[in-house]
């Protein structure tokens, strides 16, 4: 069974730009979720999706967005890019969501400069 | 606020003895517990939970271990061997912020010297 897979794995964007990250789920897994990891703050979740509808959301401003299709993959999107956005991406897939059922993926690692 | 701490952020230990990672947290809404190990270039993965209705829980030569009053777990690996060797993350979720609305602490990186 193939794992979860994130693209682009590296990208470099400036101040002010938008981004958008994508992730395919491990196929069957309904469930998708986005987390953050910087060296200060640790990895802190973002939001996740079930069935093309967001479910639940941490606490990030609404420059974070997300959205998920019918097949499952994922997007995530940034607008306005900040110097403190610069971190590794994760996202997580599980069947229905629970935690100890996610399988993460590498991670996309975004550079803001 | 860091509702989940990892103080210690490294930790060495022999091959064949005990490991023992720390975690503490400050909210008492938190009810369940996971551990997850991190490989460089990887993805955490998922090694163990606990609810809090359990103060233990044992998988092979992983137990975690769980402290509500001081509101501390632990992970004990035995013995430990040098594949153990990575990031290792404790997170918490409550009921009521949802199922993977985890909170992570920072990572201790644990290396098993052979």
């Known amino acids: 069974k193939a794992g979860v897979t994130q693209t682009p794995r590296y990208l470099i964007k400036t101040r002010g730009q938008q981004v958008t990250l994508s992730c395919s789920p491990i196929?069957?897994?309904?469930?998708v979720s986005w987390y953050q990891q910087t060296p200060g703050q640790g990895l802190q979740f973002l939001f996740e999706?079930?069935?093309?509808?967001?479910?639940n959301k941490g606490n990030f401003p609404g420059r974070f967005s997300g959205r998920q299709f019918s097949n499952s993959r994922s997007e995530m999107n940034v607008s306005t890019l900040e110097l403190g956005d610069s971190a590794l991406y994760l996202c997580?897939?599980?069947?229905?969501?629970?935690?100890?059922?996610?399988?993460f993926g590498p991670g996309t690692r975004l550079t803001v400069l | 606020d860091q509702q989940v701490k990892q103080n210690s952020p490294s930790l060495s230990v022999q091959e064949g003895r005990i490991s023992i990672l720390n975690c503490d947290y400050t909210?008492?809404?938190?009810?369940?517990f996971l551990w997850y190990k991190k490989y460089p270039a990887e993805g955490p993965t998922f090694l163990i939970s606990?609810?809090?209705?359990?103060d233990k829980n044992e998988d092979g030569r992983f137990t975690v271990f769980l402290n509500k009053s001081a509101k501390h777990l632990s992970l004990h690996i035995v013995p430990s061997q040098p594949g153990d060797s990575a990031v290792y993350f404790c997170?918490?979720?409550?009921?009521?912020?949802?199922?993977?609305?985890?909170?992570f602490g920072t990572g201790t990186r644990l290396t098993v010297i052979p």
């Open positions: 999706y079930f069935s093309e509808t967001q479910r």
């Open positions: 997170a918490a979720s409550g009921s009521n912020s949802g199922a993977n609305n985890l909170f």
């Open positions: 196929s069957g897994h309904r469930s």
């Open positions: 606990i609810s809090s209705i359990k």
């Open positions: 909210n008492s809404m938190f009810d369940y």
């Open positions: 997580a897939s599980s069947p229905s969501g629970y935690a100890d059922t996610q399988y």
